[in-house]
């Protein structure tokens, strides 16, 4: 049975910095990608960063600069830092992680697309205050 779990949200003022973690276990694929998505009341779940089987991040426009994906060292882990909080990244932060086939293949660069991805955690909150 595959659990992901977040930790690390938590109230932040602006221009503050949270730490994000996601500890994954029983993903049977042998290498697969880490993702990061955030969700607030009434939008779309959105893709901010994720790490290709490659090695390679990709992140989306609104927190280029400021959030960094990373792997930990313990197997099944991942990072989400986050730097120069603004009170638009207030919501709540998914860990994902999904199989990946297209970048492993080569195909394409890991996706930022919510149905693109394979296993979900229950969400952590991040609330930024101004």
């Known amino acids: 049975q595959v659990q992901l779990a977040e930790s690390g949200g938590g109230s932040v003022q602006a221009g503050g910095s949270l730490r994000l973690s996601c500890a994954a276990s029983?993903?049977?694929?042998?290498?697969?990608?880490m993702g990061w998505f955030r969700q607030v009341p009434g939008k779309e779940r959105e893709g901010v960063a994720a790490l290709g089987t490659d090695g390679v991040a990709k992140y989306s426009d609104s927190v280029k600069g400021r959030f960094s994906v990373s792997k930990g060292l313990a197997k099944g882990t991942w990072y989400l830092q986050m730097n120069n909080l603004k009170s638009d990244d207030s919501g709540t932060y998914f860990c994902?992680?999904?199989?990946?086939?297209?970048?492993?293949?080569?195909?394409?660069?890991?996706?930022?697309?919510?149905?693109?991805?394979?296993?979900w955690g229950q969400g952590t909150q991040v609330t930024v205050s101004s």
């Open positions: 994902a992680a999904g199989d990946c086939w297209e970048v492993v293949a080569g195909i394409s660069p890991v996706s930022l697309l919510e149905s693109d991805w394979d296993y």
């Open positions: 029983g993903i049977a694929y042998v290498g697969y990608c």
